[in-house]
Structure formats: C-alpha cells, structure tokens
C-alpha cells in the first residue's frame, strides 16, 4: 500500500513538473502596441492652389479658300466660333511670316451666308481675311491663326486637369491630409492647362489632379 502510494505521489510529482514549465504551456505574450502611422499622401498629383495669371487664346489651322490681288481668304473650322465675332484681328502665319487678319464670318451669325464672303456652304468655323497678299500664297495653302482672348493676373488658378463637370456644375476634390473631399467651384477664363478661379478655392488648399 505504501508502495502505490509512493508511486502516485512520484507521477503527481512529475505531471507537475512537465506542466510547470513552457513546453507544454506557452506563457501568454503581452501586446505590442503598433506605432501610430501617418495618413499617406494618395496616389495623385497634388497642386497647391495659389495666385498666379491666365491667358485664354485660340489657336486654329486654316486653309487658303480664294485668292485676289487685294486680300487672301482662309476658312478655319473650329468648335469655338462661339468665342469670337467679326471684326477681331488674328496673328496669320504663313511660311514662319506673320500677317495681320480680321475675321469676316463666323458660323454663330446665322443670318450671315458664308457663300457671300467665299466659304464652303455649311462650315462650321471662321473665315478671316488677309489683306497683305503672303508671296507665293495660293487656294489650298495652310495658314495657322491666333488671337489672344482675354489675360488677367493675380487670381487664384486651378489645373484643368483637377477639374470635372457634373450637371453644368465644376467640381474638385480637395485633399484635407486624410482623404479627396468634393467641392463645387466657380471658374472663369481658361487657358490650355489652368482656369481662373472665381470662388470654391483658397490660397495654400492642395487639389488632386488626374
């Protein structure tokens, strides 16, 4: 008897000693605590809104459509007729030489027939009139045109390419350091890459561009 007691007491003794160490039963790990990460920049193209200049102009590529001793007409197709009118001057270029012409029809005056001033019936677009005759100029040759439209300075300016319309209305997103915030905003004059801002921007705001 005092035999199996004596060996009850050695495997009690032994399950113990297995169970009190860590092979069998890891100790519990303390948490960690992560280290806190600043928000990320995104995966645009910021631009800081400040004050800078806009000039909006137009650029177009005509062609020689009649040709008399006193002046030169050229037809230029253009979506933008709507943004000029008869009786602006343009900056002509023929040959890398630079002549001076004045838009005779465009295709917002509906009353107007463009067969009268020696455009093709149905164009859409401008005709401008060169009175210097360019040397060696004939029908079919290619002029290219520019007007300077309107240029101010000092205003706060946007990219184009942060800018998108919905229902008539433009819009940007704004990044506030955590997330693009949707905004609507006024615009005025436009050149190739920047529209004027009227209202919806501050100085020092940071936009995402496309």
Known sequence: ??????????????????????????????????????????????????????????????????????????????????????????????????????????SAEETKNPEDYGLHSGVSGIGVRIKNVPRGISEGATVSVYALLASKSGILTVPTSAVYEYNGKNYVYVWDGLVRVEREVELGIKSASFYEVISGLSVGEQVTCR
């Open 1 to 106: 008897m005092r035999s199996l007691l004596k060996l009850l007491t050695a495997a009690a003794t032994l399950v113990l000693f297995l169970f009190s160490g860590c092979a069998f039963l890891p100790e519990e790990e303390e948490e960690i605590a992560l280290p806190y990460a600043a928000p990320s920049i995104p995966d645009y193209k910021l631009h800081t809104i400040k004050e800078s200049g806009v000039e909006s102009t137009f650029t177009g590529i005509g062609n020689v459509v009649s040709v008399s001793r006193d002046n030169v007409v050229v037809e230029v197709p253009t979506a933008r007729y709507t943004e000029l009118y008869s009786g602006m001057t343009l900056k002509c270029t023929f040959k890398d030489f630079e002549y001076t012409g004045t838009i005779i029809y465009t």
